[in-house]
């Protein structure tokens, strides 16, 4: 669990393109002005820590960047920011050394390659682009943790481009960074899509591309790999929050923090510039429907794959409705079934292929219809008679749940 702290909303310096909080920043919903105790105390009723996050979260004056790191690393330790790393000045890199603070950067590859992160001109754009990858070697320099965020899409992941970004990521890996996640685009509306959208099977080559790097890189590792790896094995009590039955209307992996105190969701899964405010109870009717559903109509019945993916993430569903499966399906299911086929080589038995998984199917929906959510590791010692589970419910469910946390 993430508790997204966002004092401006989605207030930022640069117009992404193809940002998933564009039809929020249209329809007008942008914070102006924050309140930090009212901040701090929402995230102690979370239960923290915080990642500082946006729009950008930069724009915040330094003071009071300084006051609410002071407090977290007393209250939690440690902090953390997710930043497109273009203010980055060497007063906020003290900062980030004196109180802890992990940097993610969002970065989509270099010079021209990630022009759809737009500063307004073409000229800014590639200075902002310059700014953000001497920021990220700075902060490698200095020893200050940091990981990237890297979205896909025709500007920098078509076949003629992708030599170049894996050069990049080389470059990435010996200048010491060490997490990259690997995002395929969200797409809300019909121009992003026209534009930057790859097909299925540009995303999925692009995919197996990075997978093919991934096995050459000693240092860097690519999370999405390793995450669905884990599922396949039902070792998933640390995978991120896409594979992980996230109800749209409470993202228990995003807890969001806004600039007053008000508790708010994770906001790919707003569409329409609606920023829903968080339901008191959390919610599996998408995952009860996707397994019955027959996958003609949206849904994913008869997949072997449904307890590692569950429909991925309802932000990237078809036709931007929740209750259908991702529009990505095919890219996903493609590649679980390539890294199914290599734990068959080598001898392992994916749960894909389990004589167990019709058991673990059917005590995933009767957990759900109680309303706990639980991983497959959980759910497998469950099956299995290792542990008693608590009786079904909002209440306590999340005890079983393991924390996922998914910055950008």
């Known amino acids: 669990m993430s508790v997204e702290l966002r004092p401006l909303g989605v207030k930022c310096n640069i117009q992404c393109i193809y940002c998933y909080q564009n039809p929020q920043r249209d329809a007008g919903n942008i914070q102006h002005s924050y309140d930090l105790q009212r901040m701090m105390a929402a995230v ?4 923290g820590g ?17 006051t609410l790191w002071a407090w977290g690393l007393e209250k939690y330790g440690k902090n953390n920011i997710q930043t497109n790393g273009t203010l980055v000045t060497d007063s906020h890199i003290a900062l980030f050394k004196r109180y802890k603070v992990h940097v993610g950067i969002s ?11 737009w500063a307004g001109s073409l000229a800014k754009t590639r200075e902002a682009t310059r700014r953000a990858h001497a920021t990220l070697e700075q902060l490698c320099q ?10 896909l899409h025709r500007g920098n992941a078509t076949p003629d481009k992708l030599p170049r970004m894996h050069e990049w990521f080389r470059r990435l890996e010996r200048m010491g960074v060490r997490h990259a996640r690997i995002h395929i685009l969200e797409v809300d509306s019909g121009d992003v899509r026209e534009r930057y959208a790859l097909s ?3 995303n999925l080559e692009a995919f197996l591309s990075f997978a093919r790097l991934e096995k050459e890189l000693t240092t860097l590792k690519l999370d999405v790999f390793e995450d669905m790896r884990r599922l396949l094995r039902g070792q998933d009590n640390s995978t991120t929050c896409v594979w992980n039955a996230c109800d749209p209307y409470t993202t228990r992996a995003v807890r969001g923090v806004e600039g007053h105190g008000e508790r708010s969701n ?17 919610g599996f009717e998408r995952y009860l429907a996707l397994y019955h559903t027959p996958q003609a109509h949206g849904g994913c019945q008869g997949c072997r794959f449904f307890l590692m993916c569950k429909g991925q993430c309802p932000g990237t569903a078809i036709d931007g409705d ?21 734990m068959v080589e080598s001898g392992q038995v994916p749960l894909s292929l389990d004589p167990i998984r019709p058991r673990l199917e059917e005590t995933f929906l009767a957990n759900w219809a109680g309303g706990a959510n639980r991983t497959i590791e959980q759910t497998l010692k469950q099956v299995r008679g290792e542990i008693v ?3 079904g419910g909002a209440e306590d469910h999340g005890d079983w749940h393991g924390d996922h946390t998914d910055l950008g």
């Open 44 to 47: 102690e009723v979370e239960g």
């Open 50 to 66: 915080f990642t500082l996050f946006g729009g950008e979260a930069l724009m915040v004056p330094e003071r009071d960047l300084e």
């Open 107 to 117: 970065l989509d590859g270099p010079a021209e390659l990630n022009d759809a992160r």
């Open 142 to 151: 200095e020893g200050v943790q940091c990981s990237l965020i890297v979205t």
């Open 200 to 202: 299925s099977e540009e």
């Open 266 to 282: 994770c906001g790919r899964t707003n569409k329409e510039g609606i920023d829903f405010t968080k339901a008191p109870v959390e």
């Open 322 to 342: 929740w209750r259908n499966r991702t529009e990505h399906c095919s890219v996903w299911m493609s590649l679980y079934e390539c890294l199914e086929a290599e």
């Open 389 to 391: 589970p608590p009786v």
